[in-house]
């Protein structure tokens, strides 16, 4: 089996990080996986998309989800989601937090922000779990750990063991940021 996850978020988010940790729990269980980041404008506020796939049957030829391909699309950003739902599955399912962030059209008053991205996301047929992973990191402490809440919420729906997840945050956060990082996935695991 092939599990292909995208993750897409906006520069300064964090979803290096948490590819790192995705493909860690991968190679963990000893499966061929590949991690790559495909990017816009890797800086704050630019769009960014990381891919991350394993198979525990074969060899993974590529690192590229093409479209309709993806199992899972975890999103940092409500506007990044909607601009990747096409490289989902029919079957797939969307991890996201709620967190809005404007676009440059939207703050210079060219365009504006869509109303309900989730609930339209979710009346189309899509699985969508979701928590507001920002507002979860703030009450931890330190909005940057907004990405690894999110990994412990997608952790909660993967079918994986969690001390898997802890384990690859443990070998993928240096040892300063470890404890609360450790705390942002047990809060997204529970959210």
Known sequence: MTKNILICGVGGQGSLLASRILGQVA?????????SEVHGMSQR????????KYSDTGKVASP????GEADVIISFEQLETARWLPF????????T???????????SGNAVYPESLIEK???????????NAVDIAKALGNVKVANVV???????HSGFDKEIFLEAVRECVPEK?????????????NA
Not at 97 to 107: E, G, H, L, N, R
Not at 177 to 189: C, D, P, S, T
Request: aromatic share 10%; with cysteine.
């Open 27 to 35: 190679i963990s269980q000893g499966w061929d996986t590949k991690v």
């Open 45 to 52: 506020g630019g769009s960014v998309v990381t891919y991350v």
């Open 64 to 67: 590229v989800i093409c479209r």
């Open 88 to 95: 989902l599955k029919k079957d797939g399912k969307i991890v």
């Open 97 to 107: 937090s709620t967190q809005k962030i404007y676009p440059m059209p939207v703050i």
């Open 121 to 131: 996301i979710r009346e189309n047929g899509n699985v969508v779990v979701e928590c």
């Open 150 to 156: 999110l990994i412990g919420l997608y952790a909660k």
């Open 177 to 189: 940021f470890l404890e609360l990082n450790l705390k942002a996935f047990e809060a997204g695991y």
